[in-house]
């Protein structure tokens, strides 16, 4: 437990450490003011019973005397007035403790839950190969919550419940110790045993449900997100049925979980009354009515006890089948520190003036044993445009994230007017405006995906304009309800497939790049939309510099270049008209070894 605590405040920083910290004082005074609370308990009790007794009683004897009035009725009303007076400065004082508490368990959520985003979103492009996105979201919410909420949140309330029995402890041992040591041994025995016993399956059980959370994360994300395909083809009862048994596999291992802690919680309950039956026998048979004071403390104790055993009990249960949590945060903390920015302040800003040239670039993926690029190597002038071509897997999308910066090669190196853009990432992809083959449209206006991850206050509405003009969409968006500012629903659900390629484009042209990347951008489109994107981008030649991945030849077959590529390497570079000999004019191309020594262009 305690390799558990301590990678828990590993995760914490240094600021967030400093306000934990700061509540061990004041856990120490709500403790101290519970003890307290138990020793005026037992004071007014006694008092009632004899008010004579208070110029006996410790606190008692020094306000006793200075009291205007010493009659039984007048020590009786002002004892039990300052009774009442701390009992309400006491619970003012708990209050501002859970608060401090939760102000505490707040911060680390927030500050956690960036460090984990922020991680994430820095990660190398090719650690999300390996990740599934509902096992990212889970621990940037879900998992974050529960790691404080059940460990430090737990810990801290079981420090604090602890504190709080020992100072009744106390109380009670400094008026009856023989009984009060009987009592604690024999019933922290009992409360030891049943803890002792379920720590590995609670432990267990919150790696199981941590990981079927996952898993029904997972489900809905799937099922939700393929809703058309699920209709159409009458999938419904298979995902939900997935989900289903997700569900009730989580519900089965939490429900054992609950009826352990409740099992727990009754058998404090049990052995704190019986307990407390018991000494209530013993000191009735041994001192008869003079025992009334103390039976009243002991009853006191009772009801504040119990329920502070309950919640340790609870607590340390928490912190146990937390644990699955604590360790995958810090796992993936550990693997992924925020990364520092790319272009750091003292690195110059790369310039396009003169040409793009991949060096010998090969590149494999982790994991596999073939490499998917092999020893490519192009040169794209500025202003030129050139055509990707080839068949499906022949390495076309790599060599895009290669060039854009998001794989880095495993061999050769990318320059920008003989610099590798390796030395100045960030400096590069702000030259380059990048056109998926499967646009991720924004559930929000089209003025926010255009103008993407910009606030309101930054979006010029006439780049938007301007750019929706040239993406062949400014038409359509000037038809919809409310023009800009009409949502477009999850994934674009309110455009067709071509409409929602070329608001991706639009967003692409917005940013104003030098170099405009289409991977597979057209694949969408229909003839007619095609042919008038591909009209815009005819007005764009020579003053951008344009790569476009395609399958369709209608769609390169304007640009000033061709490289095909197969099996990762360069077949063939040149001008449309020189490969038509290659070219086996469908969708997949499949290029007989060509002799490229006599194809024109080829570096």
């Known amino acids: 437990m305690l390799a558990d605590i301590r990678a828990c405040l590993a995760l914490l920083s240094p600021q967030a450490r400093w306000r934990w910290m700061a509540l061990i004082p004041v856990t120490l005074a709500a403790a101290v003011a519970e003890a307290v609370g138990a020793g005026a308990a037992f004071g007014l009790i006694t008092i009632l019973g004899d008010p004579a007794r208070a110029a006996t009683l410790p606190v008692a004897a020094w306000i006793y005397p200075r009291l205007p009035r010493q009659d039984p009725a007048a020590v009786i009303l002002v004892f039990t007035l300052l009774v009442m007076a701390f009992y309400v400065a006491r619970n003012a004082l708990l209050t501002a403790v859970a608060w401090t508490q939760e102000q505490a368990l707040n911060v680390s959520v927030r500050q956690l839950s960036h460090r984990l985003l922020a991680a994430y979103l820095g990660a190398p492009y090719a650690f999300h190969f390996r990740r599934n996105s509902a096992g990212l979201i889970h621990r940037v919410t879900d998992a974050v919550h529960t790691v404080f909420r059940g460990v430090l949140g737990s810990l801290v309330s079981t420090a604090s419940e602890t ?88 519900a089965r291992l939490r429900s054992r979980y609950v009826a352990v802690a409740a099992s727990l919680r009754m058998g404090v309950e049990t052995t704190f009354v019986c307990g407390l039956l018991a000494v209530s026998l013993l000191l009735t048979l041994r001192s008869g009515a003079a025992a009334l004071p103390l ?202 497939g071509g409409q929602r390629q070329r608001i991706a484009i639009a967003r692409a042209l917005y940013y104003e790049p030098e170099v405009l990347v289409f991977d597979e951008a057209t694949s969408a489109l229909d003839t007619p939309t095609e042919r008038e994107l591909i009209a815009a981008l005819d007005a764009l030649r020579g003053v951008k510099t344009l790569i476009v991945i395609a399958h369709r030849l209608t769609t390169v077959r304007r640009c000033d270049r061709l490289a095909v590529l197969r099996d990762g390497r360069v077949a063939a570079v040149g001008p449309y008209e020189d490969l038509l000999d290659l070219l086996d004019g469908g969708a997949e191309m499949a290029p007989k070894p060509p002799d490229v020594r006599r194809v024109p262009g080829n570096p």
């Open 163 to 250: 504190l709080v029995v020992a100072g009744i402890v106390v109380i009670l041992a400094l008026t009856a110790p023989g009984i009060t040591a009987i009592a604690v041994v024999v019933v922290g025995g009992l409360l030891l045993l049943p803890l002792t016993l379920s720590r590995h399956a609670t432990a267990r059980w919150g790696r199981a449900v941590q990981e079927l959370d996952t898993d029904i994360l997972q489900s809905l994300q799937q099922s939700l997100g393929s809703v058309k395909e699920v209709k159409v083809i009458g999938r419904e009862s298979f995902f939900l049925s997935q989900f289903d048994d997700r569900v009730a596999q989580s």
């Open 295 to 496: 039976l009243g403390l002991f009853a006191y104790a009772g009801f504040r006890v119990i329920p502070a055993a309950n919640r340790v009990m609870l607590y340390v249960t928490q912190l146990r089948y937390s644990r699955a949590w604590i360790h995958d945060l810090r796992a993936d903390l550990t693997a992924l520190p925020p990364p520092a920015p790319v272009d750091g302040g003292t690195v110059a800003p790369i310039r396009f003036t003169r040409a793009i040239a991949l060096e010998r670039v090969s590149y494999t993926y982790e994991g596999e044993r073939e490499p998917v690029l092999v020893d490519v190597s192009l040169t794209i002038a500025k202003g030129e445009s050139l055509g990707v071509v080839g068949p499906s897997g022949a390495g076309k999308s790599t060599l895009i994230d290669v060039l854009l910066g998001l794989l880095p090669p495993t061999a050769g190196r990318i320059t920008v007017d003989g610099r590798d853009i390796a030395s100045a990432l960030r400096s590069w992809q702000r030259h380059i405006g990048y056109v998926p083959q499967e646009p991720f449209i924004l559930d929000d206006t089209v003025r926010r995906n255009v103008a993407f991850g910009l606030p309101d206050a930054d979006i010029d509405d006439r780049r938007v304009l301007a750019a929706l003009r040239v993406a062949q969409v400014a038409d359509v968006v000037a038809a919809l309800p409310r023009g800009l500012d009409t949502l477009l629903g999850e994934r674009g659900t309110r455009l067709s």
